[in-house]
């Protein structure tokens, strides 16, 4: 008697699975087994996350006589853990949607907060502290300012960290010894007309390798900050889309011909590089945007510069206009999922209101505190050798209260990288000379093509924008990927 054929609904595993998928299958369940088997270390008390190396120094320190005395106070202890920023935000986005475990404070980084906040508000994996924070009188301690990456649709879910203002550092010794008064900037206009005298061929090749300003059209930092300051960005305060707008525009095509032509200010100098250093090092860099973060770079990276270097308020895109920006930022939140929410709130404000984090922060980051109250703290005011012996600390924070708005809305990160795709795109069709003669580009001339692919990129947002089911209605956007109530031209 034959054999009864197998049924065609029923899976057999035998006759499917590949040698490949057999070696899958496998090495899931020996790694299933692995993870129910494997000893897990365990630690008492509260644990914290955090990306950033010199933060998590800090905090150990400051820790250190809370922990010793933890037994004698009832306080739980604290573990700082320093975790690479993607892998921290991979592990507590997996944790917040699959209900794992995740550490009791979190800090996160300003880019990586739209993917926290891109669902519905109540589905937030952090507590939302907003009544917290007005209650204990938090939103009059600290800078107002400072709120706004960490707030999503008026709920704010996490302290922040920093207040990161921007000013304009320049090399002090080129400016002075050609006799030059940066007194008369106000502008970004002044500052390439008064400062140009310094553009220089410093090894008689014919052509310049001395520039004005550190700027390049793929420096997506350096054009956010740039945006935001003359009022533009990715996002408005109330959430409205920004990615075409006239200011946006203007900065876009001053930022590319500021790189092109007989106008050309910029060098690309990039931080955070060997080459980069060597290039400010030389000299062949007089100018650069900088936070007060990257203030703590260099002088950790590039010691020869000190005495070298000054400080300013930032030129302004128009007369009387804003004298900063604001880049990078940091918050430390509490997930929802944290046992003891009281001695988790203690730590963060015991960490992130404390006087002594914030001199530390200081004297070994540059980093000034985002508490009002500990701005006239006298290490803030005393002369900085690095900077020509100016107060570095006095000048970021004269700029602090004007920092601009920044947005956490979920398609920020999104919107961003479409301006820099727009301004690759220009950048690409000005050096062709696709625009005008080569001879002949000034932002003016590149105005209208840096109108007109903004223009493509915030349809390629709202199309973006319209595939999120869960925000769609909330953000005004039609399926289609159109504004409700209106056609997107």
Known sequence: M?????????????????????????????????????????????????????????????????????????QPKVTVFTIDGPALNRRTLAGFWSGTPVADLIEIERSAISQYVSGPIENVGFTDLTDTIVAEGLDQKINPPSFSPWTSRGRIFGLPHDVHPVLLCYRADLVEQAGIDVNQI????DFAEVLRPLIADLDGDGKPDRYLLNSWYTAQGELEALLLQAGGGTFDSDGDLLVASEANAKVLAQFVAWTLGPDRIAIDAPDFSASGNQLKIEGKVVAQIMPDWLAGIWKSDMPQLGGKLKLMPLPAWEPGGRRTSVRGGTMIGIP????????????????????????EMFQTSNIISPVMELW?????????????DQPSGSLFIEQAPHVPFR?????????????????????????????????QIDADALLPRAQELLKVAEKRVL????????????LGI????????????
């Open 376 to 388: 006239d703290e006298p290490y803030y005011a005393e002369p900085d050798p690095f900077f020509s």
């Open 336 to 359: 929802k999922a944290t046992e003891d929410f009281d001695a988790a709130w203690a730590v963060a404000k015991d960490l992130y209101l404390s006087p002594k984090l914030a001199k």
């Open 186 to 189: 106000e502008t970004w206009d």
């Open 463 to 474: 199309k973006e924008m319209s595939r999120n089911v869960f925000l769609r209605k909330e």
């Open 2 to 74: 034959p054999s009864t054929p197998p049924s065609p609904n029923r899976w057999n595993p035998l006759e499917t699975l590949s040698p490949g998928g057999w070696i899958i299958l496998i090495i899931a369940v020996i790694s299933t087994g692995a993870v129910l088997v494997w000893p897990i270390e365990k630690t008492e008390g509260l644990q914290l996350w955090t990306f950033a190396r010199n933060h998590s120094e800090v905090y150990e320190n400051i820790l250190d006589r809370r922990n010793r005395e933890a037994e004698q106070t009832g």
């Open 407 to 439: 947005s956490s809305n979920p398609f920020h990160v999104a919107a961003m990288n479409r301006i820099s795709e727009a301004a690759t795109t220009l950048y690409g069709e000005a050096s062709e000379g696709a625009i005008v003669p080569l001879d």
């Open 478 to 489: 039609t399926p289609d990927g159109e504004r409700i109530g209106e056609a997107v031209e």
